[in-house]
């Protein structure tokens, strides 16, 4: 989720009952918070970013994130890069609001609602938790409209989202062995790929080897060839098996 500097107020929030939200040109704080955040991004949110912006995943990593690696991750986080100048905007922020709207990333589309997933196994089971961000410099809640959880998730489109972003979810905060430390520093760049710059990945794919030694039906390998969301399905199968060994991909 967007994350600002100033603190935030994480509110308790049972998804039965409303809160009051809206968010519109009218609004004073009107595009106020799309700023000096610390917006990580998922693989689903760049790949809508980087399509609906028609360039290539690497160009996307170079020109609008930063890649973190913090001592405390097990693997590495990219982030939506603010503006350098005064105010720190988000690059894609207008006076009318979001350019990208259609294609926002999920934190976005979630606010002021927040979603955190706690492990629950091993094997990358998760539960949920949704929570109410209340910024005071938000106006949003002084308007009137009443909103349930499921009625705010089906208006702010998350559906697709949330399907691709909790499988990553369930590999990033997988507890299992990546085996020997001398095996990271290439299995850190396997998930960097196939997680972050998918263009990267479809020519690994398809320009080595690797259908030559993996049995992928003809019909899948002809849909990733064009098609991004097959692609980093089939992505997600082949980080279990190459990052822990999970039987997702059969060997020829
Ligand atoms: S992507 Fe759009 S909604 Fe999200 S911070 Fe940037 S301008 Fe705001
Ligand atoms: S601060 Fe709240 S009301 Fe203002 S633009 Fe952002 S989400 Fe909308």
Same mark, same amino acid.
């Given at each position: 989720?967007? !994350?600002?500097?100033?603190?935030?107020?994480?509110?308790?929030?049972?998804?039965?009952?409303?809160?009051?939200?809206?968010?519109?040109? $009218?609004?004073?704080?009107? %595009?106020?918070?799309?700023?000096?955040?610390?917006?990580? &991004? +998922?693989?689903?949110?760049? &790949?809508?970013?980087?399509?609906?912006?028609?360039?290539?995943?690497?160009?996307?990593?170079?020109?609008?994130?930063? %890649?973190?690696?913090? =001592?405390?991750?097990?693997?590495?986080?990219?982030?939506? !890069? @603010?503006?350098?100048?005064?105010?720190?905007?988000?690059?894609?922020?207008?006076?009318? *609001?979001?350019?990208?709207?259609?294609?926002?990333?999920?934190?976005?589309?979630?606010?002021?609602?927040?979603?955190?997933? %706690? #492990?629950?196994?091993?094997?990358?089971? +998760?539960?949920?938790?949704?929570?109410?961000?209340?910024?005071?410099?938000?106006?949003?809640?002084?308007?009137?409209?009443? /909103?349930?959880? +499921?009625?705010?998730?089906?208006?702010? $489109?998350?559906?697709?989202?949330?399907? @691709?972003?909790?499988? /990553?979810? $369930?590999?990033?905060?997988? &507890?299992?062995?990546?085996?020997?430390?001398?095996?990271?520093?290439?299995?850190?760049?396997?998930?960097? @790929?196939?997680?972050?710059? #998918?263009?990267?990945?479809? +020519?690994?794919?398809?320009? !080595?080897?690797?259908?030559? =030694?993996?049995?992928?039906?003809?019909?899948?390998? $002809?849909?990733?060839?064009?098609?991004?969301? !097959?692609?980093?399905?089939? *992505?997600?199968? /082949?980080?279990?098996?190459?990052?822990?060994?999970?039987?997702?991909?059969?060997?020829?």
């Amino acid at each position: 989720m967007p !994350s600002h500097k100033e603190a935030n107020i994480f509110k308790p929030f049972s998804s039965k009952d409303p809160f009051q939200f809206e968010c519109h040109a $009218g609004v004073s704080c009107f %595009t106020e918070c799309c700023a000096r955040l610390r917006l990580l &991004l +998922t693989p689903y949110d760049i &790949l809508r970013m980087k399509n609906r912006l028609n360039i290539l995943s690497d160009q996307f990593l170079e020109q609008y994130t930063e %890649t973190l690696f913090d =001592h405390h991750a097990r693997f590495p986080m990219v982030k939506l !890069s @603010m503006g350098k100048e005064e105010g720190h905007r988000c690059p894609f922020v207008t006076d009318k *609001g979001c350019s990208i709207y259609e294609d926002r990333p999920e934190a976005c589309r979630l606010y002021p609602v927040g979603r955190a997933s %706690t #492990l629950v196994d091993r094997e990358g089971e +998760t539960r949920e938790k949704y929570f109410i961000v209340g910024e005071a410099h938000c106006r949003g809640f002084q308007e009137k409209k009443q /909103w349930t959880l +499921t009625e705010w998730l089906n208006h702010e $489109g998350v559906k697709e989202y949330k399907a @691709m972003n909790d499988r /990553w979810l $369930g590999i990033m905060t997988s &507890l299992k062995s990546l085996g020997p430390e001398t095996h990271l520093a290439r299995k850190h760049q396997m998930f960097f @790929m196939a997680s972050y710059n #998918l263009d990267k990945f479809r +020519t690994f794919l398809f320009q !080595s080897k690797f259908f030559d =030694h993996f049995e992928v039906n003809e019909e899948l390998i $002809g849909r990733m060839e064009t098609d991004d969301v !097959s692609l980093m399905s089939f *992505g997600f199968d /082949w980080l279990k098996f190459s990052l822990f060994g999970d039987k997702t991909l059969k060997v020829k």
